[in-house]
């Protein structure tokens, strides 16, 4: 059985940092992609980011320039480094990656979710 396993969320003050962290754990034949949606109350999921297999990081328009995108391959792992935060940035950040269980199956996996607030 895969999961995705997220840790880092907190609080932090506006203009600080924080990193995310989300490993899939499991039998995981390969990875497609892994990365990072947030959602704040009464708005839209929205992309942030997210990496290829082989490790390219794309960006949303949404903290592009704010956020690194990083992988750990030993630890089938996407890791999400955010600067300079704003409190617009409180959301619940949703880790997301789309694997392959066996080499002729490929399916969406989602994390539970862990809360990012930026206080003023």
């Known amino acids: ?44 999921r929205e992309l942030v980011g997210y990496s290829t297999g082989g490790g390219t990081p794309n960006y949303s328009d949404s903290m592009k320039g704010r956020v690194t995108i990083s992988r750990d391959f030993a630890k089938n792992a996407v890791n999400l480094l955010m600067d300079n935060l704003e409190p617009e940035d409180t959301a619940v950040y949703y880790c997301n990656a789309d694997l392959f269980i066996t080499m002729m199956s490929r399916r969406e996996f989602w994390g539970q979710g862990t809360q990012v607030t930026v206080s003023t």
Do not use: F, N
């Not at 969320?9 to 497609?32: E, K």
């Open 1 to 44: 059985q895969v999961q995705l396993v997220e840790s880092g969320g907190g609080l932090v003050q506006a203009g600080g940092s924080l990193s995310l962290s989300c490993v899939a754990s499991g039998d995981v034949y390969a990875i497609h992609t892994m990365g990072w949606y947030r959602q704040a109350p009464g708005k839209q």
